[in-house]
């Protein structure tokens, strides 16, 4: 076959059909088989090919404008001396009026030349943070480039920084976290490449370095985790202070022990990968001890005020200020807390657990107490521990017991709104006998309340007498999970410190968490957080500790940015708050000058042992308009609490006291906002009234218009046996006791509901204990 013939081979010049026309009509052929290609493509993937196109060039041109940006940067940037650095700008930290609280960041540094730190310290480093640092021009062009991607998307500028860049962004430069700031951070570590030598900016940054524990610079860091001269420091201990480099407050042994043995395996790894370390000496080390961190802080944080500033600390993290920012940039940071509920705050505690008994000192009862704006989530007092080093009970898990129903409520009055049958409102009746079967399991209320407990209740009387039965019963009836997540959405925190889920028990999401039963631990700053939901109409926000941080010239570094979320509808949060408006007056612990609030007590208990049956947490959470407190008083463990008498502790008693001091010093002078005053939910035609515990005349109204009941709410039915009591002449008693356990434990089957279970129980109208709660 001519070669001209054959398929695929472009005519010859020299062949017959080789002539111009011919050869065109080759290049039409060739244009035409394209656009036969193209045609077959689908429009997804001509798209994608033609924005991969476009991408390649964009990133052409990024990383175009990048280096003749990098170019101008280094040419006209200005490199002072690396002595003449000047790193002890320390911290204020200050009250949301402005007012300082304590000036942090003290400097913990002692400087030492090379030749003093090992080599294997030094190689440990290097294995840590920068493995090429003896062969690169230091400066990571990969991590520039993707800083540069990084801010055109919006975002802030990426690590990946090398040594050099590290020692130029602590030593040289503020913490924008902008391109412009990481191009100017490239062109500073280029030239110190130049005019100085590898082991030269190596010194440098081992002296300047943030190892956590308020030491600065390996020697420092030497002292604070293993009480040693950097020079005598093993293999094994120079790989841990390689470790925290990264992220000191993360990698510390002492705070997250599993993180900091992995990172150390990261490095020690990374030593042997670098010919710096034999695989034999890597497999004889053993992760090494570390020594108690030292009291290091400004006496103002020695005490509760130490336990804010380790909350402020963690969200400056999250947003991306670090520690070694905070000790050496001279900032200024105003949290939310103000002077005046953090004195209250304190002043409450000291009065009400400085005459504790013997035997309560011996059970050692301490409290936590946590207030917020409801308006915005703004942490106003916060008391964790009186020494700012020993662990935050504000900040620590427990069983909230009943001053968890008010979630449940609020989840079945949704459900009212959403249309779901039956139709609940706080004014439907409901079974509130006692014991009760459900899921299998009995369910009793507490003996203080047995007085209460008939097979037809109102809602919002049961939450005011706090019966048990009604919501593990009403739990059951809307859903657990559903329970749950109306709790999440009012604030409780999906995961714990440990990072697991919260409000799943041993056997997944049971009704028991319609009264807080033991499974379903918060802290105190989430009740406090789910509580101002309630107050503020069902709009939640997230707490927060920090308004805002100014570096040492003024200019605004950080700012709280407030954002808001409906967690439920208005009339939900109005019709629970006005099952809450009578609690407090009930439980004896009633606002000054009768003003106003909304407040459930809670209770749980311990199921097993030899003190199954006795109080383990008592709970007071309330609010007003313009503050949400939530005072926790428990052991810390599982032992039993009790209050001054030897009897029960209860909500009303120690918690509630120190909720009414704080409540009544804060709001002193402050205007006494109303609270939602008429029922705006009502119940479907399913849900008929029946008989409610009153020996007064019925009635069909909606809860009182203005102060706090101080009876059962009726109902058109006929009259109950037992009356309720009233609160003006009750007194809380000191000697109620439980076989089953106190509000928010759940009973073990013990016995069948007998005939005469649903009968109310006759009772004294004025000389009742009000409920245990």
């Avoid at 957080?529 to 570096?551: C, E, R």
Wanted: aromatic share 6%; charged share 20%; hydrophobic share 35%.
């Amino acid at each position: 076959m001519p070669a001209e013939s054959r398929p695929g081979r472009r005519p010859s010049s020299h062949s017959a059909s080789g002539k111009a026309g011919s050869a065109g009509g080759w290049w039409r052929q060739r244009r035409a088989a394209k656009k036969r290609r193209l045609a077959r493509m689908s429009r997804k993937k001509r798209i994608a090919r033609r924005l991969g196109l476009l991408l390649t060039w964009l990133l052409g041109l990024l990383a175009l404008l990048a280096t003749v940006a990098a170019i101008g940067v280094y040419k006209f940037v200005n490199v002072p001396s690396p002595d003449s650095l000047v790193t002890n700008q320390l911290a204020t930290l200050t009250y949301s009026d402005g007012t300082p609280i304590a000036t942090v960041g003290a400097e913990n540094r002692v400087s030492v030349p090379l030749s003093k730190v090992p080599d294997h310290v030094r190689w440990a480093v290097i294995a840590a943070e920068d493995r090429g640092f003896y062969s690169e021009p230091g400066v990571s062009l990969r991590g520039t480039l993707r800083a540069a991607v990084n801010d055109v998307k919006g975002g802030s500028a990426q690590g990946g920084s090398t040594i050099t860049q590290q020692y130029v962004k602590n030593a040289y430069l503020n913490f924008d976290q902008t391109l412009g700031r990481k191009l100017k951070e490239a062109a500073i570590a280029l030239k110190l490449s130049r005019e100085y030598s590898k082991d030269a900016i190596l010194e440098k940054y081992l002296n300047i370095i943030y190892f956590g524990r308020g030491a600065y610079g390996i020697q420092a860091a030497a002292k604070a985790y293993f009480g040693v001269d950097v020079s005598k420091l093993t293999v094994a201990q120079g790989a841990v202070l390689a470790a925290v480099i990264k992220s000191p407050e993360y990698y510390d042994p002492r705070i997250t022990p599993t993180a900091a043995k992995d990172r150390w395996t990261y490095v020690v790894d990374g030593m042997v990968s670098i010919g710096k370390l034999s695989q034999s000496a890597r497999n004889a080390l053993k992760f090494p001890s570390t020594i108690k961190q030292s009291n290091t802080s400004s006496s103002a944080l020695d005490g509760p005020m130490g336990l804010v500033w380790t909350q402020v600390k963690k969200e400056l993290a999250a947003n991306g200020i670090t520690e070694s920012q905070i000790n050496t940039k001279g900032l200024r940071i105003q949290t939310t807390i103000d002077s005046k509920a953090e004195a209250a705050a304190q002043q409450a505690v000291k009065d009400n657990f400085s005459t504790l008994t013997a035997e309560q000192k011996k059970q050692g009862l301490r409290p936590a107490l946590t207030a917020v704006n409801p308006a915005d989530g703004a942490v106003l007092a916060y008391y964790g521990n009186a020494k700012g080093s020993d662990f935050d009970y504000a900040n620590g898990y427990r069983p909230p017991g009943s001053s968890f129903k008010p979630y449940t409520l609020a989840t079945a009055l949704s459900q009212n709104l959403a249309g779901k049958k039956p139709s609940y409102a706080i004014s439907s009746t409901y079974d509130g006998s006692s014991p009760q079967q459900i899921a299998g399991v009995e369910i009793k209320n507490d003996p203080s309340d047995l007085q209460y407990s008939s097979s037809s209740v109102r809602i919002d009387f049961a939450m005011k007498v706090s019966l048990n039965t009604v919501f593990d019963r009403l739990a059951n009836e809307v859903g657990p999970t559903n329970v749950r997540n109306t709790a999440f959405a009012a604030g409780i925190r999906k995961s714990n410190n440990s990072n697991q889920p919260t409000l799943v028990g041993k056997n997944g999401v049971t009704f028991g968490i319609g009264i807080g039963d033991s499974d379903y631990a918060v802290r105190p700053l989430d009740q406090a957080v789910g509580f101002a939901t309630i107050a503020n109409g069902g709009t939640a926000h997230s707490p927060y500790f920090v308004a805002k941080v100014t570096d040492a010239k003024g200019a605004l570094v950080y700012q709280h940015k407030t954002t808001a979320s409906r967690a439920f509808d208005p009339k939900v949060a109005n019709d629970v708050g006005l099952t809450l408006k009578p609690v407090a007056d009930w439980s004896g612990v009633g606002l000054a000058n009768g003003r106003e609030s909304g407040a459930k007590t809670g209770t749980a208990g311990i199921e097993t042992g030899p003190n199954a049956g006795k109080n383990s947490d008592a709970w007071m959470v309330g609010y007003t308009p313009q503050v949400s407190t939530a005072v926790w008083v428990g052991s810390g463990g599982s032992g039993p609490i009790s209050d001054s008498n030897g009897q029960q502790e209860y909500g009303r008693d120690l918690p509630g006291r120190t909720w009414k001091e704080f409540m009544d010093t804060y709001l002193n002078g402050k205007p006494e906002l109303p609270l939602p005053t008429t029922q705006q939910i009502t119940s479907g035609a399913n849900i008929a009234p029946t008989v409610v515990p009153s020996s007064t005349t019925p009635s069909t109204t909606a809860p009182s218009t203005t102060a706090p009941s101080t009876t059962a709410p009726k109902t058109s039915a006929a009259p109950s046996t037992s009356a309720a009591p009233s609160s003006s002449t009750a007194k809380p008693s000191a000697t109620a006791t439980s076989s089953c356990g106190p509000i928010g434990l759940v009973c073990k089957p013990s016995h069948k509901p007998t005939s005469s279970s649903n009968t109310p129980t006759a009772t004294p109208a004025a000389t009742t204990s009000p409920p245990g709660g």
